[in-house]
């Protein structure tokens, strides 16, 4: 990656976004120590404007950024970092400096749960239990939860729509885990269509 740092006195800006909604959630400076810390540790460290210093993100509140993904720009003069929050990004105990509180992008939590769920293999857990019944049982309740919507759809009851539309979506990233696939394939398949 090569950050041309000489624009701005040895600093360039760097965004840092949500690694699975891509909600921005904060910006910073790095010089090219920062850069290299972030690299090498794989947790978002900055240059301080005001302490005049490095400054990993997280170094007092625990609330630290690691790294999923890193881009530069075309003018080799800022950074885009997708990144994990390890609890709130801002100072003030919002997830973004912007205030932007949204649910976009919740699904993707919600497939890393169900991932979760799956992997530890907790008995307790209706998503484990149902994952361990099969593909049968999986596909089955998908159909069930579908059949249910298309009810709802035709009724005048808004919450009971949009409660079966959960219900089925909820069920649906379930059968994914089942077949070994995420969202992002599916993303993938509409994405070409168009």
């Given at each position: 990656?090569?950050?041309?740092?000489?624009?701005?006195?040895?600093?360039?800006?760097?965004?840092?976004?949500?690694?699975?909604?891509?909600?921005?959630?904060?910006?910073?400076y790095m010089n090219e120590e920062a850069m290299l810390k972030t690299q090498s540790e794989g947790r978002v460290t900055f240059y301080s404007r005001s302490k005049k210093r490095l400054w990993t993100k997280g170094e007092e509140s625990g609330h630290s950024l690691t790294v999923s993904e890193?881009?530069?720009?075309?003018?080799?003069?800022?950074?885009?970092?997708?990144?994990?929050?390890?609890?709130?990004?801002?100072?003030?105990?919002?997830?973004?400096?912007?205030?932007?509180?949204?649910?976009?992008?919740?699904?993707?939590?919600?497939?890393?749960?169900?991932?979760?769920?799956?992997?530890?293999?907790?008995?307790?857990?209706?998503?484990?239990?149902?994952?361990?019944?099969?593909?049968?049982?999986?596909?089955?309740?998908?159909?069930?939860?579908?059949?249910?919507?298309?009810?709802?759809?035709?009724?005048?009851?808004?919450?009971?729509?949009?409660?079966?539309?959960?219900?089925?979506?909820?069920?649906?990233?379930?059968?994914?885990?089942?077949?070994?696939?995420?969202?992002?394939?599916?993303?993938?398949?509409?994405?070409?269509?168009?």
């Amino acid at each position: 990656m090569e950050v041309d740092f000489s624009k701005s006195d040895g600093l360039v800006p760097v965004i840092i976004q949500h690694y699975l909604t891509d909600q921005v959630l904060m910006l910073g400076y790095m010089n090219e120590e920062a850069m290299l810390k972030t690299q090498s540790e794989g947790r978002v460290t900055f240059y301080s404007r005001s302490k005049k210093r490095l400054w990993t993100k997280g170094e007092e509140s625990g609330h630290s950024l690691t790294v999923s993904e890193t881009y530069i720009d075309c003018d080799n003069d800022t950074i885009l970092i997708k990144a994990k929050p390890n609890g709130p990004t801002c100072h003030t105990g919002s997830s973004s400096c912007f205030k932007e509180e949204t649910s976009k992008g919740f699904i993707y939590k919600l497939e890393n749960t169900i991932q979760s769920r799956i992997d530890s293999n907790d008995q307790k857990s209706y998503t484990n239990k149902l994952y361990r019944e099969g593909i049968n049982k999986v596909a089955q309740k998908v159909g069930e939860e579908a059949v249910e919507l298309v009810i709802e759809a035709m009724d005048d009851n808004e919450d009971l729509f949009k409660n079966e539309a959960a219900d089925l979506l909820y069920h649906f990233l379930v059968l994914l885990k089942a077949k070994d696939m995420c969202l992002v394939d599916i993303e993938k398949v509409l994405s070409e269509r168009s």
